[in-house]
């Protein structure tokens, strides 16, 4: 039987006027995986990965993302997903309980169930004693944990996760991939962009964008052997440095 | 030629006196003529505190420094005048084109982009081709270029670069690195701030700088000398397992995933036990993020 699919793109493309920024990617996510999606700045990332999240409408080409096609039903895509970035993730003049309740009512879910799962989030960050704590008073390292939580909160079927780790420290970072190893476990898919390049290696499969296309795609093994690399940095190296386009 | 930065027991908090956070605490750095010198640290760690004190924007609360032999309190006028600095958020004026905003930074310097223009020629001619276009409509890597030209205009003595390359895919981190020591060599001290661990072996010392306080200070290869348990790098199918297994092996001081392996650091005179024989086991030489998980949990 074939997996399940959590993503397919084929042909997807998107224009800005004459600009090319996302030229005819075709890939799949299966169900349950974690994916990277990387690139180099200007590559043409965040472009796809907004219309993934139903925010952007394609020029053309087809996509899914759980199932649901991204011109026809974007609106109930943002249902089905979750979305992180280190830019913006929680609000900080909320506490953390707050925050919680808030994404939980955004996506609809019953107050017994935000109560509920409230507690048991508390209880596995450890962060009981600091459930009234203005989320801004929070150190990043956790900050980023919480907003990774409150990311799949509504138990999404797929979460986008965009440069997650940026400027978290080593122990924080490792403690972030514990907790999205366990997220896919349940059974989330994981759509993942990093500029830590070891990070490359924690997921299943790796995409790497260069000028608008997908230049490579594989396991971070087997990119390796094709690449005669020894580290995903020297695969991302070869492909990313004929880049001619530089953006952010 | 006296291009030193001199930091003095200085300490800075912020919010209220009940409940203080706490941004350096002690910190003391003696930074030579023309050295590259990285601070290296996650977010919250200082590094911008700092910078914002060593370029007068900012009172420390105790301690003192000097940058090229003035003090940054009292002689802060002077301090002005032979510091360029780069800030970690895009501070150009975004409505003004990139050759008026070079024109700008060295006209309230009293200088002329025509006298200094040989320190900023290999990178200003990346972006010369754009130079009637808006710094607002530029992209993430050519403001970062244009903002170092800026910070460079009026031939500063000390140049901070606060978190120049967050953000910055790998290729051109590499390429804005070159680009420092090209700068290094005309005599310039450069301090840098940035999370990236790996960035440390570009700089001639560094500090590692955790919740406002320095962890260490030197050579990126003496930082190294220092980590002087054995460390491995081990691999099996099954990844999640073997990092557990390797948490409950006698001898194993600490087991964290590592890219495609996990590093064990194992006690000194106890060698790592047979893990299974799809197992791949090598001895192999820390870097500088094995020592800063190190050195965090010492100061845990």
Known sequence: ?248 | MNNSVIVQGVSKQYGSKKQPVVALSDISLDIATGELFGLIGPDGAGKTSLFRILTTLLLADKGSATVAGYDVVKEYKAVRKIVGYMPGKFSLYQDLTVEENLHFFATIFHASVADNYHLIKDIYEQIAPFKDRRAGKLSGGMKQKLALCCALIHEPKVLFLDEPTTGVDAVSRNEFWDMLQLLKKKGITIIVSTPYMDEASRCDRVALIQNGRILQVNTPEAIISGFTQPLYAVKAPGMLSLLKQLHNTPGVLAAYPFGEYHHAVMQPGVSLPFLGKDAEVKAVTPNIEDCFIQLMQHHA
């Open chain 1, 1 to 248: 039987m074939p997996k399940e699919k959590a993503i397919t793109a084929e042909m997807l493309t998107k224009r800005f006027g004459d600009f090319i920024a996302v030229n005819a990617i075709s890939f799949e996510v299966d169900k349950g995986e974690i994916f990277g999606f990387l690139g180099a700045n200007g590559a043409g990332k965040t472009t796809a990965m907004r219309m993934f999240c139903g925010l952007s409408l394609p020029s053309s080409g087809k996509a899914t993302v759980a199932g649901l096609d991204i011109y026809k039903d974007n609106e109930a895509i943002k249902q089905r997903i979750g979305y992180m970035s280190q830019k913006f993730s929680l609000y900080e003049d909320l506490t953390v309980k707050e925050n919680i309740r808030f994404y939980g009512g955004i996506y609809g879910k019953s107050d017994t169930y935000i109560k509920k799962e409230t507690e048991i989030l508390l209880h596995q960050l450890e962060l009981e004693a600091q459930a009234n704590t203005l989320v801004g008073a929070l150190p990043l390292g956790w900050k980023q944990k919480l907003a990774f939580s409150v990311a799949i909160f509504h138990q999404p079927d797929i979460v986008f996760l965009d440069e997650p780790t940026g400027g978290v420290d080593p122990v924080t970072r490792r403690e972030f991939w514990n907790m999205i190893y366990e997220a896919a476990a349940k059974g989330i898919t994981v759509f993942v962009t990093t500029h830590y390049l070891d990070e490359a290696e924690y997921c299943d499969r790796v995409s790497i964008m260069v000028d608008g296309v997908i230049a490579a795609l594989d396991t971070p093994a087997a990119l390796k052997k094709q690449y005669h690399a020894s580290g995903m940095d020297e695969v991302f190296q070869q492909l990313a440095r004929g880049a001619k386009r530089q953006d952010n």
